[in-house]
């Protein structure tokens, strides 16, 4: 009896190991311990392959018997107001709140334990901003796993300037005791992003390993059928160097939707106009030969590049323009060829389309690509129109969405897709705890996470 490992290393295999990983985690079992008759499978077609993957994990196509159950509850003593939770895997969890008395807002660090209501809290930096007008617009976060560290990054506009601050947090669990040398959070470094003087409004900030983007919008009084152009703050720490693109600026692209989403080497980014709209792929390493040293003192100035032909590759659709909604991958996509599942969904009909982009692999240049980018929709499906939607997460595989559905009365609907893959047409939508809904309002509900490789979802 062989197993998973021993497969040819070829689409076919990689796509069923995107699968097994997936449907694994939600067992909570080792993709290694596969058993697979291979002999029942010797043409090693997609659909041989898959029958016998399915007959091994003993699980239907569509996961129809899997069963979603509230395992745990924590109470969070984080202060007068709280404006941020952000979930990392092995349960650390990271708030912002604010002191109604001093004005002052801090962030924490918390380990949830196996048991319910065990909550430890590793580390508080305070303070770190006062005044509500200072509170972070956008805070990210990821792990250092080899150097055994958190990097939370919060990005804040001031109305006329704005600013990184980076924050660290040792994994270690010899950090996280009253009696260590060091404190286990602390605030590391910060760096201007935004010149002074200009009126800006923050958009996303992302992290992939030592790389974090940043993008904002100049507010800057134009005529009301201008479009909006943003920026794009590249940054990479290790490096110590930076980089900013003005995106847009060449082509009138830019509309009311601007996403972006930073991949291994490489900064996806979707612009809307009214018709459609344009993919644009960057090569970060193309990007950062030509960056300035970043510093504690250094502040990057936007600088708009005309010659956009060698950095980056473009795809029009019309799933881009300004009548979609564009939903890409919370998590980090690792995979190589670089492959983003991505959701269009019809505001005004509900209807939602799947579909994959494609990364050429290499550097991204005119004389060094393999190809432009590719869109391939995998699958259509329904959404409900009426209800306004909110929390959106697709998960890495494209397996799997969640999102929020708003009632009128102010309470949610945690709604579940699952995805066709090779040799399967339909999707499976399904509401999760319908009969056991969550007792929380939309008003008060201030993140879902979807853990795609565990099976765990978190309000």
Same mark, same amino acid.
């Given at each position: ?20 990983? !997936? ?19 010797? %043409? ?6 898959? *029958? ?6 003993? =699980? ?14 924590? #109470? ?6 709280? $404006? ?7 349960? &650390?969890?990271?708030?912002?709140? *604010? ?8 962030? /924490? ?14 580390? @508080?930096? %305070? ?11 956008? &805070?990210?976060?990821?792990?250092? !796993?080899?150097?055994? @560290?958190?990097? &939370? ?52 900030? #992302?992290?992939?390993? /030592? &790389? ?16 909006? $152009? ?14 900013? =693109?003005?995106?847009? /600026? ?6 009311? @939707?601007?996403?972006? @989403? ?42 708009? =590049? ?6 980056? !590759? ?11 909604? =564009? $939903? ?19 505001? %005004? ?30 699958? $259509? ?71 795609? *490789? ?6």
């Amino acid at each position: 009896m062989a197993k998973f490992a021993d497969l040819p290393d070829d689409a076919t295999c990689r796509e069923l190991y995107a699968l097994a990983s !997936t449907a694994y985690g939600w067992k909570r079992l080792n993709i290694d311990d596969i058993p697979l008759n291979l002999d029942n499978c010797r %043409e090693a077609s997609p659909t041989a392959l898959r *029958r016998e993957l399915l007959q091994a994990l003993r =699980i239907d196509a569509n996961w129809k018997s899997e069963s979603t159950r509230v395992k745990k509850r924590v #109470q969070f003593n984080h202060g007068d107001f709280i $404006y941020f939770v952000h979930l990392l895997h092995d349960d &650390i969890v990271f708030t912002l709140s *604010r002191n109604g008395l001093t004005d002052i807002a801090y962030l /924490s660090a918390w380990k949830v334990g196996p048991n319910k209501n065990s909550l430890r809290r590793l580390g @508080k930096v %305070e303070p770190v901003f006062r005044g509500i007008s200072l509170l972070p617009s956008k &805070i990210s976060a990821t792990v250092h !796993t080899k150097e055994e @560290k958190a990097l &939370i990054v919060a990005l804040t506009e001031t109305g006329t300037n704005g600013y990184l601050q980076f924050f660290t947090l040792s994994l270690r669990p010899e950090d996280w005791g009253t009696n260590a040398p060091y404190p286990a959070l602390f605030l590391e470094d910060s760096i201007d992003v935004i010149p002074n003087g200009s009126r800006a409004r923050v958009h996303d900030i #992302q992290i992939y390993d /030592s &790389i974090i983007i940043a993008s904002y919008t100049e507010l800057s009084q134009p005529p009301a059928n201008d479009p909006l $152009y943003y920026d794009l703050i590249v940054l990479d720490i290790e490096q110590q160097h930076a980089r900013s =693109i003005n995106v847009g /600026s060449n082509e009138d692209t830019v509309g009311d @939707k601007f996403v972006f @989403k930073l991949l291994p080497d490489a900064v996806l980014t979707i612009t809307s106009r009214s018709e459609d709209g344009v993919a644009s792929v960057y090569d970060l390493k193309i990007l950062l030969e030509s960056s300035s040293p970043a510093n504690t003192t250094f502040s990057v100035q936007p600088e708009t =590049i005309h010659d956009t032909g060698s950095l980056r !590759t473009q795809y029009r659709s019309k799933f881009f323009s300004a009548q979609y909604s =564009i $939903y890409l991958p919370l998590e980090s996509i690792s995979q190589t060829p670089i492959d983003v599942p991505s959701i269009a969904v019809n505001k %005004e009909t509900g209807e939602a389309c799947l579909f994959r982009l494609e990364i050429p692999k290499g550097r991204i240049s005119e004389d060094e690509r393999e190809g432009p980018i590719l869109i391939e929709p995998q699958t $259509y499906f329904q959404m409900r129109p009426g209800p306004k939607l909110d929390f959106v997460n697709l998960g890495p595989t494209g397996h799997r969405m969640i999102w929020m559905e708003i009632l009128p009365s102010d309470g949610v609907r945690i709604m579940n897709a699952v995805f066709p893959t090779s040799g399967e047409k339909d999707t499976v939508i399904s509401e999760l705890l319908p009969q056991n809904r969550p007792p929380v309002k939309y008003s008060d509900c201030l993140a879902l996470w979807l853990d795609e *490789r565990r099976g765990r979802i978190t309000v």
